[in-house]
């Protein structure tokens, strides 16, 4: 059933063991999990540090502590559960919205499970996946993006960022996108933003009238929340699309919905990936066109640090700092039979 840890072997995890700041992940030597049934039990090779991380280990989405933080992973699988016939020891998997990869092994249900294809590394699918599939999501169900459609994307040289400005700009819509500094400007023209607004220096809403001579877009994609939900009403058209789909500054404050109708009878949608992949045939297909664009090289990654997990409070403290574009890695440490990646650290 198993290829190498097991009982009584001991694992290196990240722990939160009291919501806090980043200095809240702590490396601990924790049992090597068993999987159960319907389980399987993967060799991390790579563990994706997404926003929602931040929330988890801060306390602003409460969970039972101690914990380990991380819901995003790629590896190889090590240990199969009873009744597990989806697939084999050996098997190259990626997975998403399953809490714990912060660790050299996480058991997983089965059925969560994406094959990494051949070509597309550990690395590249743990950060690609759940970044991607957010994208996904959003530029081809939450607001289905066409020919002609004009889109505001916040936060564009982000995680999710760079990823749906060129979903975004596959699917023929035109793509405006606010950062805060020239560098992330040039990394969201790049990747294919035919506008980039510099939010932090100007009224991202006037920019947005001044650019469609006073239309509006058709959808905002707005993962920053409180400080550009007022304004992100402001930028779009008459019936136009409020995707509210994060909160990097901040909760949006509860509001009023004759607010919508004011900026002209507005939609307002809160999706969460989780709902998006929910159903396995989903799951597989948001997966299957990520790896596919990626291997294409219509999706390109960027991966901005891939840090060992002793430096996971590093890794937090820059994504929540505004200083990465792109993918946030942990590689955990590799260590007894088995292989793999070594850790690295940078670019
Ligand atoms: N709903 C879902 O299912 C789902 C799934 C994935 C991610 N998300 C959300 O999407 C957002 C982006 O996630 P990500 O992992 O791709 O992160 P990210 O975009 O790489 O990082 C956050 C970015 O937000 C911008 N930002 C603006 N104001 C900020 C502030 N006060 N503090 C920190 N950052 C600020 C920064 O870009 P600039 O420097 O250019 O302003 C920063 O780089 C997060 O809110 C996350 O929760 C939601």
């Known amino acids: 059933m198993q290829a190498e840890g097991g009982t009584g072997k001991m694992m290196q995890a990240v722990v939160v063991e009291r ?6 992940l702590a490396v601990r030597e ?3 999990p068993e999987p159960g049934p319907g389980q399987v039990r993967v060799r991390v090779e790579a563990a994706g540090v997404n926003y929602i991380d931040i929330y988890h280990r801060s306390g602003l989405y409460p969970r039972e502590t101690p914990f380990v933080p991380g819901v995003e992973g790629a590896g190889v699988v090590d ?17 998403v919205m399953q809490p714990g990869s912060y660790a050299r092994y996480h058991v997983v249900p089965a059925d969560r499970l994406v094959a ?6 550990a690395e590249q699918a743990a950060a690609v996946l759940l970044q991607g599939m957010t994208a996904h999501c959003l530029a081809c169900s939450t607001f289905p993006l066409k020919e002609g459609h004009r889109a505001l994307v916040h936060a564009a040289a982000g995680g999710v960022g760079l990823l749906l400005v060129q979903i975004a700009k596959m699917r023929g819509a035109t793509v405006y996108g606010t950062v805060s500094t020239e560098e992330k400007a040039r990394l969201a023209r790049e990747a294919g933003a035919d506008e980039v607004i510099l939010y932090t220096e100007k009224d991202f809403a006037e920019e947005i009238a001044r650019l469609t001579g006073g239309e509006g877009v058709d959808v905002v994609y707005d993962s920053v929340g409180r400080a550009t939900f007022e304004a992100s009403l402001r930028s779009l058209r008459p019936r136009g699309y409020m995707v509210s789909y994060g909160q990097s500054s901040g909760p949006v404050e509860p509001l009023d919905v004759q607010l919508l109708n004011r900026h002209g009878s507005l939609f307002l949608t809160r999706p969460s990936l989780a709902h998006y992949v929910a159903d396995r045939r989903e799951l597989l297909e948001r997966a299957g066109d990520i790896f ?4 294409e090289g ?3 990654l960027r991966i901005d640090q891939a840090l060992p997990l002793e430096r996971a409070a590093e890794a937090h403290r820059l994504l929540e700092s505004r200083a990465t574009s792109g993918k946030v890695l942990l590689i955990p440490e590799q260590r007894g039979a088995g292989g793999g990646l070594s850790g690295k650290t940078g670019r």
């Open 30 to 32: 924790l049992p090597v």
């Open 292 to 295: 596919t664009w990626l291997q």
């Open 79 to 95: 240990a199969v559960g009873e009744g597990v016939r989806e697939v084999r020891v050996g098997d190259r998997v990626g997975y």
């Open 298 to 300: 219509r999706l390109s």
């Open 116 to 121: 990494v294809p051949e070509g597309v590394t």
């Open 19 to 24: 919501p806090g700041g980043p200095e809240a």
